[in-house]
């Protein structure tokens, strides 16, 4: 397995959030971006998931509720890359997949755009 620490998995991240183009960030509403280190122990080669209520969903009830979650997970991105250029690109595709989500997008659109 690929050795980086939570650190740098958190930069990657964190530089795959800002390569999202401004207008689109600028149209996130109440979503939060966080690292794991594992998913859950049902699904353990996730790499990212979206919780909450796509924006295309939300409706005038959405209100006074808690922000949508993204998480993305560290371990199974690592056991799946064999260089660190592979965990960048990996990690930008994951987020991107994840934040399409929030947006409304499904798997199988993302999947067809090469999100999958």
Known sequence: MLEMTREEFEELVA???????????RLMDNVAVFVEDEPPADDPELL?????????????????????????????????????????????????????HHFGIDDARLHALGYG
């Open 15 to 25: 530089e795959a959030l800002d390569r999202i183009p401004p207008e689109l960030t």
């Open 48 to 100: 990212g998931l979206y919780e909450g209520t796509p924006l295309t969903d939300r409706g005038e009830w959405y209100a006074g509720v808690l922000p949508d979650r993204i998480t993305i997970y560290r371990g199974p991105t690592l056991r799946m890359c064999d260089t660190r250029e592979d965990v960048v690109a990996e990690t930008e595709v994951t987020v991107v997949h994840e934040i399409a």
